[in-house]
T-cell receptor, first 111, second 114 residues
Framework: QKEVEQNSGPLSVPEGAIASLNCTYS??????FFWYRQYSGKSPELIMS??SNGDKEDGRFTAQLNKASQYVSLLIRDSQPSDSATYLC???????????WGAGTKLIIKP | SAVISQKPSRDICQRGTSLTIQCQVD?????MFWYRQQPGQSLTLIAT?????????ESGFVIDKFPISRPNLTFSTLTVSNMSPEDSSIYLC???????????FGPGTRLLVL
């Protein structure tokens, strides 16, 4: 059974601090990794994708991938109240375009 | 990316009835996915819909309960049949644009069964 695990939270972070979200996956053959943000009552929205080991930065967001340890993380710098949402980690399955989804981490940014 | 619309956006239905949800994409895509998201839960894949072939259902989901149509490369429907309160959920369609492994989601259909 291929699995993706996330801490469900909630993770509470003061405004302006760095929020760190983590995700581990079971399938060592996974090649593609995604972070989605989901606001309450809305559908998931892709914010980051990462395919190779190391860091990938996009604005205030940094995705980190370590395939040897089978984890992927998302850092949000200078956290804003508007970053409060549930963050879903998703991992590709083989080449059939299906994704395995984590349960999501609820992030709360406190003003 | 892809622009995806769903109809209806929400509905309240009586148990025992059926509801058909439509998903329209602004470009041609080979695969479409249908998910269910129950309150406070993550996404559960119901089925994969490929144009020109039968949908492939995940464990726990059957065609009699969730029939799917995929008449062309931009459109699909999911029917929730003989509904019960346990079917109350958000139903989402998603597509991987051609050549991409990621998925883009429609706005969802919020279903409440009384």
């Amino acid at each position: 059974q291929k699995e993706v695990e996330q801490n469900s939270g909630p993770l509470s972070v003061p405004e302006g601090a760095i929020a760190s979200l983590n995700c581990t996956y079971s399938d060592r053959g996974s090649q593609s990794f995604f972070w989605y943000r989901q606001y309450s009552g809305k559908s998931p929205e892709l914010i980051m994708s990462i395919y190779s080991n190391g860091d990938k930065e996009d604005g205030r967001f940094t995705a980190q991938l370590n395939k040897a340890s089978q984890y992927v993380s998302l850092l949000i710098r200078d956290s804003q109240p508007s970053d409060s949402a549930t963050y879903l980690c998703a991992v590709s399955v083989d080449s059939n375009y299906q994704l395995i989804w984590g349960a999501g981490t609820k992030l709360i940014i406190k003003p | 990316s892809a622009v995806i619309s769903q109809k209806p956006s929400r509905d309240i239905c009586q148990r025992g009835t059926s509801l058909t949800i439509q998903c329209q994409v602004d470009s041609q895509v080979t695969m479409m996915f249908w998910y269910r998201q129950q309150p406070g839960q993550s996404l559960t894949l119901i089925a994969t819909a490929n144009q020109g072939s039968e949908a492939t259902y995940e464990s726990g989901f059957v065609i009699d309960k969730f029939p799917i149509s995929r008449p062309n490369l931009t459109f699909s429907t999911l029917t929730v049949s003989n509904m019960s309160p346990e079917d109350s959920s958000i139903y989402l369609c998603s597509v991987p644009p051609t050549g991409e492994e990621t998925q883009y989601f429609g706005p969802g259909t919020r279903l409440l069964v009384l």
